[in-house]
């Protein structure tokens, strides 16, 4: 169950707060070749299992942005903002990608509100995503991603 927030402003006022966790999440060789396909990026050790196998990883694993494109699913598992007029993507502070996602993995996402700092159309949010693997010492993704959101 999410995080349930009735207004932009009760929202901007956790900030600083860990705002949860979400459920566990299968990455797909499906998912893999259809991001494959989608961004062009075909590399053997994504997409040729085969091959992979006597790859560094012994398996496929899936692209860095596959993993950084999942925080919107964990984002709605982890917290609901009521009252929204819109929410954008903005960009993004910084990313890294400390240990690889091999297929079948299982991931979830903690997420944590920065700041917030109202700005000409809106709130601007920045929420850190530490996205982890099962059974893995490291997060497989650490994120600062940036939102404008407006109240409606």
């Known amino acids: 169950m999410p995080r349930v927030f009735d207004t932009l402003e009760a929202f901007k006022a956790a900030a600083g707060e860990e705002l949860g966790t979400s459920d566990w999440l299968t990455v797909t060789q499906e998912q893999i ?9 075909h590399q053997w050790i994504h997409v040729d299992p085969d091959r992979a196998a006597s790859g560094p990883f012994g398996t496929t694993i899936a ?9 919107p699913v964990f984002g709605a598992e982890i917290y609901e903002i009521h009252g929204l007029a819109f929410g954008m993507n903005y960009g993004a502070n910084k990313i890294r990608f400390p240990s690889p996602v091999p297929v079948d993995s299982r991931l979830r996402a903690t997420a944590t509100l920065l700041e917030t700092k109202d700005i000409a ?32």
């Open 63 to 71: 692209h860095g942005y596959l993993t950084l494109s999942l925080l």
């Open 121 to 152: 159309i809106g709130t601007q949010i920045v929420i850190q995503f530490v996205v982890e693997r099962e059974g893995a010492d490291k997060p497989v993704c650490i994120a600062e991603v940036v939102y404008v959101m407006a109240g409606a």
């Open 33 to 41: 070749n259809t991001f494959a396909d989608a961004t062009g990026d």
